[in-house]
């Protein structure tokens, strides 16, 4: 019988506990404020003046304690009490929702909005901005690499006919068309990458990374302009992005078949490429180019096509409801 006691009377204590904590959350929820002229104030829950004091009931610490009545903002009291009655956000409230604006239209300043309703993502990469049934999308650009024909038998034999010729040799993408086709045939491009993701796919391993390194090197920045599209030859199950040829000195050069395009900045370290002419269907890629350095042999595809299946996993505009009219105004109830 002992153990059941004990037990019984242990929910009676943790049922007070509940009773009370509840009392002094609820009280707390019907509190008033009593402001001071210091701009600090009092949650109670009533008050009483005599002559110069004031004494209240405190909803934190549910005493009674008392003030000097010269102490009290009566003018700002009264209005808070009004403000509350009438269902004015309170200030603290209302700086909250300054703060959550503040913070809305920065993280809207990394990811902008291409199209009603459909913003980029914020862990960037490359996305192809499309329209698929007259509805925007965005669809992500995965990197392919391209390989090196070094075309042997051709140059051998173009050698033995003319020894001082020069080499060729072409970059080569497997199947004749990308993953990703575009129905739009004036499709944006926008590219956020990794600062040392793109430092070291654009270079690549060189003889000064084999030496002894400083442990924090200092990364130049790459110009933003650095990203063109190019058109693909289809050439047996190939796509030929690019030409490189070697001189009989041991020059190399690079050709591409380049489109015309604009360079933009954006927001949130975005940019947006677009071509200056609406694309012909065909195969494309877009490649970054750094000066003498060339051509990085990673790319990203894609293809033109209206009449192409829609892209798999494309990102979709997020419709916003409109807000439904309130149907409780007028229905005001007496607040204490």
């Given at each position: 019988?002992k153990?059941?006691?004990?037990?019984?009377?242990?929910?009676?204590?943790?049922?007070?506990?509940?009773?009370?904590?509840?009392?002094?959350?609820?009280?707390?929820?019907?509190?008033?404020?009593?402001?001071?002229?210091?701009?600090?104030?009092?949650?109670?829950?009533?008050?009483?003046?005599?002559?110069?004091?004031?004494?209240?009931?405190?909803?934190?610490?549910?005493?009674?304690e008392?003030?000097?009545?010269?102490?009290?903002?009566?003018?700002?009291?009264?209005?808070?009490?009004?403000?509350?009655?009438?269902?004015?956000?309170?200030?603290?409230?209302?700086?909250?929702?300054?703060?959550?604006?503040?913070?809305?239209?920065?993280?809207?300043?990394?990811?902008?909005?291409?199209?009603?309703?459909?913003?980029?993502?914020?862990?960037?990469?490359?996305?192809?901005?499309?329209?698929?049934?007259?509805?925007?999308?965005?669809?992500?650009?995965?990197?392919?690499?391209?390989?090196?024909?070094?075309?042997?038998?051709?140059?051998?034999?173009?050698?033995?006919?003319?020894?001082?010729?020069?080499?060729k040799?072409?970059?080569?993408?497997?199947?004749l068309?990308?993953?990703?086709?575009?129905?739009?045939?004036?499709?944006?491009?926008?590219?956020r990458?990794?600062?040392?993701?793109?430092?070291?796919?654009?270079?690549?391993?060189?003889?000064?990374?084999?030496?002894?390194?400083?442990?924090?090197?200092?990364?130049?920045?790459?110009?933003?302009?650095?990203?063109?599209?190019?058109?693909?030859?289809?050439?047996?199950?190939?796509?030929?992005?690019?030409?490189?040829?070697?001189?009989?000195?041991?020059?190399?050069?690079?050709?591409q078949?380049?489109?015309?395009?604009?360079?933009?900045?954006?927001t949130?370290?975005?940019?947006?490429?677009?071509?200056?002419?609406?694309?012909?269907?065909?195969?494309?890629?877009?490649?970054?180019?750094?000066?003498?350095?060339?051509?990085?042999?990673?790319?990203?595809?894609?293809?033109?096509?209206?009449?192409?299946?829609?892209?798999?996993?494309?990102?979709?505009?997020?419709?916003?409801?409109?807000?439904?009219?309130?149907?409780?105004?007028?229905?005001?109830?007496?607040?204490?």
């Amino acid at each position: 019988m002992k153990p059941s006691i004990r037990a019984y009377l242990g929910l009676l204590v943790l049922g007070g506990c509940f009773v009370a904590l509840s009392l002094h959350t609820f009280a707390q929820e019907l509190s008033k404020r009593l402001i001071l002229k210091d701009g600090s104030f009092q949650l109670v829950t009533k008050w009483e003046v005599h002559g110069d004091r004031v004494r209240y009931l405190s909803a934190e610490r549910n005493e009674w304690e008392e003030l000097p009545d010269s102490l009290v903002d009566w003018p700002a009291t009264d209005k808070y009490a009004k403000d509350r009655a009438a269902g004015v956000p309170t200030p603290e409230a209302a700086e909250l929702d300054k703060e959550m604006e503040a913070e809305r239209q920065a993280e809207e300043a990394k990811n902008p909005q291409v199209a009603p309703g459909l913003r980029l993502p914020e862990d960037g990469g490359v996305f192809l901005l499309d329209s698929f049934q007259s509805q925007p999308q965005l669809v992500m650009m995965q990197q392919t690499s391209g390989e090196l024909n070094r075309n042997r038998k051709g140059n051998i034999l173009h050698a033995a006919i003319n020894p001082i010729a020069s080499s060729k040799q072409t970059i080569e993408l497997e199947g004749l068309h990308a993953t990703v086709q575009a129905h739009a045939t004036l499709p944006s491009i926008y590219i956020r990458l990794d600062p040392e993701q793109a430092l070291d796919a654009a270079s690549g391993p060189s003889p000064a990374s084999q030496t002894t390194q400083p442990q924090q090197p200092q990364q130049p920045e790459l110009p933003f302009d650095r990203f063109h599209i190019i058109r693909a030859q289809s050439k047996h199950d190939k796509r030929i992005v690019g030409d490189i040829k070697i001189n009989p000195l041991g020059k190399t050069s690079q050709e591409q078949n380049l489109i015309i395009t604009a360079s933009q900045r954006l927001t949130g370290g975005w940019i947006k490429l677009t071509p200056s002419v609406a694309l012909q269907p065909g195969e494309y890629a877009v490649v970054e180019i750094l000066g003498k350095e060339g051509m990085n042999t990673y790319v990203w595809d894609f293809g033109v096509n209206p009449d192409a299946p829609a892209n798999g996993f494309a990102l979709k505009p997020v419709v916003t409801p409109a807000p439904q009219p309130d149907q409780s105004k007028g229905l005001q109830t007496q607040r204490p």
